[in-house]
């Protein structure tokens, strides 16, 4: 499935968003660059998971990957504060070029919230 509105990255757009994800792993960054260039939205989960475990613990990253992470609380199982959320709202508008407003943020409290927010918001 790919979406007609996006162009594929400039040598130089390409650069900056490994920049921006330079501390996310590899995995994160090749889906966030598969999705901007060929517009593949099953990408994207990889890279809202993988940006979310860049602000984990690292003892908490190990939960993102298990069964049944798509129930995990935000801020009471991750631990992410409403000040880290806002980082992580940032780096996924700029890795999926999308614009998620302050007030759509109320309802997202797990990771399957984020994922079917996000998901919706490609598709529109």
Not at 10 to 14: A, L, V
Not at 117 to 122: D, E, N, P, Q, Y
């Given at each position: 499935m790919s979406s007609e509105s996006n162009n594929p990255l400039?040598?130089?757009?390409?650069e900056n968003l490994?920049?921006?994800l330079k501390r996310c792993t590899p995995e994160t960054i090749e889906a966030a660059i598969?999705?901007?260039n060929e517009g593949d939205v099953s990408q994207a989960p990889v890279v809202i998971i993988g940006i979310i475990q860049r602000f984990c613990e690292p003892e908490v990253r190990p939960k993102l990957k298990e069964a049944g992470?798509?129930?995990?609380?935000?801020?009471?199982?991750?631990?992410?504060?409403?000040l880290t959320m806002v980082?992580?709202?940032?780096?996924?508008?700029?890795?999926?070029?999308i614009t998620i407003d302050?007030?759509?943020l109320a309802d997202l409290q797990t990771i399957g919230d984020v994922k079917k927010?996000?998901?919706?918001?490609?598709s529109a």
């Open positions: 400039t040598p130089e757009q390409e490994r920049d921006s598969a999705f901007r992470a798509d129930d995990l609380q935000i801020m009471d199982d991750l631990g992410l504060d409403s980082d992580v709202v940032m780096l996924v508008e700029e890795s999926l070029d302050n007030s759509e927010f996000v998901s919706a918001k490609l």
